[in-house]
């Protein structure tokens, strides 16, 4: 007795055709399907920009956040091997304590059957550097492919962030200079100011 092993690693339709001395044994049609989906493997991306770009965004935005996961060949993930999978990601800024838990959110993405990902967007109103980070089945994911940064900047004057205080705002004398002073502030309360 003979035994042949043989491994395919694409997804997709295929003829093998069993041939010994030239001789045409069999010919099977091989439905090879996705294998269980792999962290290192699985794509994160911010809006259009390619992984590993940084994306700027004004205080108070959306960044549109997608996560496309894969087998260990790159293979997309079957949609039966997604319904197990819970897709997340965690935002933390960057300049906060590493080991404070409360310095990060989770985000939950939902499953967009259009674009064959997980989709969702996070929003953050401190300006600074953050970290997005695939969150797979409640676990971290450290590979390069499943995290990426973005930069929030300072937004427009928003009238109902900004403060203004001092003598002025309360009493003056008639003929003499009333001094207020203003912190200008955007939508996420970041000073304009400067």
């Known amino acids: 007795q003979m ?10 339709q295929y003829t093998v055709a069993l041939e010994v001395a030239g001789a045409r044994i ?10 269980p989906t792999s962290s290192a493997a699985s794509l994160l991306t911010l809006g ?9 965004v004004v ?11 894969k087998d260990a060949y790159g293979n997309a993930a079957e949609y039966s091997l997604r319904g197990m999978d819970a897709v997340a ?11 404070d838990s409360s310095s990060t959110t ?3 993405l939902i499953y967009d059957n259009a674009t064959n990902t997980f989709s969702g967007s996070v929003k953050r109103l401190a300006v600074g550097f953050y970290t997005v980070q695939l969150v797979l089945n409640s676990e971290s994911i450290t590979s390069s492919s499943a995290s990426a940064r973005f930069l929030v900047l300072t937004g427009g004057l928003d009238p109902l962030q900004t403060v ?16 207020l002073f203003l912190t200008l502030r955007d939508v996420g309360g ?3 100011s400067d």
């Open 3 to 12: 035994v042949l092993k043989y491994t395919m690693t694409v997804v997709g």
């Open 26 to 35: 069999r010919v099977f049609q091989v439905s090879v399907r996705a294998a």
């Open 48 to 56: 259009s920009t390619p992984l590993g770009n940084l994306t700027s």
């Open 59 to 69: 205080a108070g935005d959306n960044v549109p956040v997608a996560v496309a996961l």
């Open 89 to 99: 990601v965690a935002v933390r800024a960057e300049a906060a304590d590493p080991t």
């Open 106 to 108: 989770m985000t939950p």
């Open 164 to 179: 203004c205080y001092g003598p002025g705002a309360e009493a003056t004398s008639a003929g003499a200079p009333a001094v």
């Open 190 to 192: 970041n000073d304009l």
